[in-house]
């Protein structure tokens, strides 16, 4: 199931990362690599190959991806009538196993393809899950319309739902190993470490040795002082990754002429981190909160730590206010950063490129992302402190108190190491800084 790679119409989720031509473009390439897959796996099997497509027309088609195949228009409203109508009409033609794949799972190989079609020697139906809660591959050895109705197209409750339309009629079903698609920006960070035309397709070209990634939310107050740290530095790129912003942080980057990316309003900090560095062109990723101001050397202490064959580091913590309290805090976090190798989030944490690539890069989390990657890093080697500070707002402190933010933090932390989820951690740590700012109003009034 493919569709000609127009400009606008092509990985649309895409755009807000790449423009309309760069989607269309790393669309394109996604679609000769999985052709470039399957006539690999055709050299074994006794198999056919026919693109259902979507846009443009069959000559398009055959002069962008080559004629040696069998290319039908797709028919139909809804996704699954579009494959529903596929896998009716190969059946009609006398096919006895039949598969439907897409063109955006780069991690589909040939290998997925033969388990497949082996196991529906005995199931009636193979799934390939998807990481999205939907699929990537969908066969079955008669024709089974019914696990095309009644499904949510679009959501993460797709594959769930399919599965429950087989148990409904009493389908014997085969389930592939969970795979990722490349839909939205955050999903870009997996084609880094692919073929180089993926690469291509992804960063701007000019080469940079520092990428700085900074996620906002809402950041008008912040983002302006925050982006001026940059102004004279050269062999610098700076990205703003926006979570949807309804102020006008995203107008205010656009005005220093950074990079924004735009992206879901629920994709959460992990997502946009993920975004960002995913269209970084630097040798060296930075990952810099809205509100953190870094020394006036920054760019000499990164150097510094990578020179030293660190591949990752961080900065020291500085908290912008007197409070006597917030020093307290200081030493215990860069007491935490040099001995056990932990710095948070708001130390920015920046990370050789290569590496940060292989690694898949932060975990899609709302909370937690930054913990979890330099439990990760640390096992691959140091991460170096430096020795000059950054100065990080003290606004969330001052949310919901100084002890009480502490006493939160830490009990977040210990929370995820028995198990619970980033999640619903997330959600308790709003849902308190809710009840506190109801509390405040309530007093004030």
């Known amino acids: 199931m493919a569709r000609y790679p127009e400009p606008g119409k092509s990985k649309t989720r895409l755009i807000p990362a790449l423009g309309e031509a760069g989607a269309a473009s790393l669309h394109g390439r996604l679609v000769s690599q999985t052709l470039s897959m399957l006539n690999r796996f055709i050299v074994d099997a ?55 794949i897409g063109t955006d799972c780069p991690d589909l190989t040939e290998q997925h393809l033969a388990d497949a079609f082996s196991s529906l020697v005995e199931s009636q139906v193979v799934i390939g899950p998807a990481n999205d809660g939907g699929y990537y591959l969908i066969g079955q050895n008669s024709y089974e319309p019914s696990l095309f109705e009644q499904i949510s197209w679009g959501t993460e409750v797709v594959f769930a739902q399919t599965m ?77 990754s926006d979570g949807g912003s309804g102020d006008r942080t995203c107008e205010i980057a656009y005005e220093k002429g950074v990079r924004v990316i735009r992206g879901r309003c629920e994709s959460g900090r ?22 953190t101001k870094l020394p006036d050397d920054f760019l000499k202490s990164v150097r510094e730590c990578i020179n030293l064959g660190n591949r990752a580091g961080a900065f020291r913590l500085g908290i912008e206010s007197q409070d006597w309290m917030y020093r ?14 932990l710095p948070y989030g708001d130390q920015a944490i920046f990370v050789k490129a290569d590496l940060f690539y292989n690694m898949s890069g932060f975990q899609p989390w709302p909370l937690m992302e930054d913990y979890e ?73």
């Open 164 to 240: 429950e339309r087989a148990a409904m009629q009493g389908l014997s079903v085969t389930t592939l190993p969970t795979l990722s698609d490349i839909d939205y920006p955050e999903d870009l960070i997996r084609l880094r470490t692919k073929t180089p035309e993926y690469s291509d397709a992804i960063v701007t070209p000019g080469h940079y040795w520092l990428s700085v990634v900074i996620p906002t939310f809402n950041e008008e107050q912040h983002i302006a002082r925050t982006l001026g740290q940059f102004t004279e530095c050269s062999g610098v790129e700076v990205i703003v």
């Open 270 to 291: 992990g997502r946009q981190l993920n975004a960002g560095a995913a269209v970084a062109g630097g040798d060296v990723l930075m990952f810099l909160h809205a509100d």
């Open 328 to 341: 307290i805090i200081e030493f215990g976090a860069n007491l935490r950063s040099r001995w056990f190798q």
């Open 46 to 100: 006794a198999c056919d190959i026919e693109i259902r497509f979507t846009g443009g027309s069959e000559q398009q088609m055959q002069s962008m991806f080559g004629e040696p195949y069998c290319y039908r228009q797709q028919r139909g409203a809804l996704l699954g009538d579009r494959m529903s109508d596929a896998v009716e009409i190969a059946f009609q033609e006398g096919f006895d196993r039949v598969l439907v």
């Open 373 to 445: 990657l330099c439990q990760r890093l640390r096992r691959l080697g140091r991460i170096c402190l430096a020795d000059t500070s950054v100065k990080v707002s003290p606004r969330r402190w001052q949310k919901l108190g100084i002890l009480r933010t502490t006493v939160l933090n830490q009990a977040i932390v210990l929370a995820y190491k028995f198990g619970k989820s980033p999640e619903s951690l997330a959600a308790w740590y709003r849902g308190t800084a809710i009840q506190k700012q109801q509390s405040l109003n309530i007093n004030q009034g």
